[in-house]
C-alpha cells in the first residue's frame, strides 16, 4: 500500500452517499450520519467531514505539542486547541480548505509557547500533510504565529 515502507498503524473506512450519507469505522467505534451544513444547502442534521478533520488535525496537533514538549523538558500536558476548517472559494469556483488552529499553553510563557507550536508544526502528521496545500494559521495563547 505504501511501497516499503510498513505502517505503524491503518484507519479504515466505508462512507455511502458521500456529504449526504452514512460512515462508519470498520471497528464500528464511528459510526454516523454525514450531512452538509446548512451554510452549503444541507439540512446540518449530521456530521460534515470538515468537523471530522477539525478534531482530527486538533486531536493530533495537541498530542504532538504534548510529546514534543516532553522531549524539551516542557510541561505541555495542559495544551488545549479549539479548531476551525473552512471551505474557502478560489478560482474557478473551487472550494479549498483552510485551518486555524488556536492553541492554549498556560503554563509555559509566550516564547516557550511559541517555539513549541512551532516545532510540533514541523512533525504533526496532519501539518505535514497539509503543508504547502492549504492555509494553516497558528494562534497561540491569542497571539498569531
Request: with cysteine; hydrophobic share 40%; glycine share 12%.
Amino acid at each position: 500500500m505504501f511501497g516499503m515502507t510498513k505502517a505503524r498503524y491503518t484507519a479504515q473506512a466505508h462512507v455511502v452517499g458521500g456529504r449526504n450519507g452514512h460512515g462508519r469505522t470498520q471497528d464500528g467505534r464511528l459510526d454516523l450520519d454525514l450531512r452538509q451544513p446548512e451554510e452549503l444547502g444541507g439540512d446540518g442534521e449530521g456530521v460534515n467531514p470538515e468537523q471530522l478533520f477539525a478534531i482530527g488535525f486538533a486531536a493530533c496537533f495537541g498530542t504532538t505539542v504534548e510529546l514534543v514538549g516532553r522531549r524539551s523538558a516542557l510541561r505541555a500536558d495542559d495544551v488545549e486547541i479549539d479548531s476551525s476548517v473552512s471551505l474557502v472559494p478560489v478560482d474557478g469556483g473551487r472550494l479549498q480548505l483552510a485551518v486555524e488552529l488556536r492553541i492554549s499553553l498556560p503554563s509555559l510563557t509566550a516564547w516557550q509557547a511559541a517555539e513549541l507550536v512551532r516545532t510540533a508544526h514541523q512533525v504533526c502528521p496532519y501539518s505535514g500533510a497539509t503543508r504547502g496545500n492549504i492555509e494553516v494559521a497558528l494562534v497561540v495563547n491569542g497571539t498569531p504565529l
